[in-house]
């Protein structure tokens, strides 16, 4: 299932922070990179959300947030976030009721795809790319950078 040129769907998650995290506040002010991935802590996140982190700059000068989610509870995003030194906000979506919306929920494994979409200052989602395996991580920073830089 494809959202390119789709409102994305709006919504509320807890945060590592502590605070609840509303995708439409940013409407109007950021692009917003999500960043769907399974676990905290797995071999291939703990490659990918650090490198997306140490990249965040490099976003931040482009219009750009990025928001990681996935089924953790806070608890283990802070610990993971501080293991691995990870800076962005990590959503936790306990219930895949976030990834459902985006259509990447792996119901039966109890996990999320992984999965970026970019969410341009309107709204709308502009690009989406969903691993056809879940140890596949193919969509590094710097292409997502491109694709902001297109918008």
């Not at 608890?75 to 306990?94: N, Q, S, T």
């Not at 999320?112 to 590094?140: C, N, W």
């Amino acid at each position: 299932m494809s959202l390119v040129g789709q409102p994305a769907p709006d919504f509320t998650l807890p945060a590592s922070t502590g605070e609840n995290v509303t995708l439409s506040s940013y409407r109007g002010q950021q692009t917003v990179v999500l960043v769907f991935y399974p676990l905290d802590f797995s071999p291939v996140c703990s490659m990918q959300l650090p490198e997306y982190s140490g990249r965040q700059d490099d976003f931040a000068e482009a219009g750009a947030v990025i928001l990681g989610v996935n089924r953790d509870s806070i608890h283990a995003h802070r610990a993971w976030a501080a293991e691995y030194g990870i800076e962005v906000l990590l959503l936790a979506d306990m219930n895949l009721a976030v990834a459902r919306q985006y259509g990447v929920a792996i119901d039966e494994r109890g996990i999320s795809g992984r999965a970026i979409f970019l969410v341009d200052k309107g709204g709308v989602v502009r690009y989406q790319h969903v691993e056809a395996q879940i140890g596949e991580y193919t969509v590094r920073p710097e292409a997502v950078l491109a694709k902001i830089r297109e918008l």
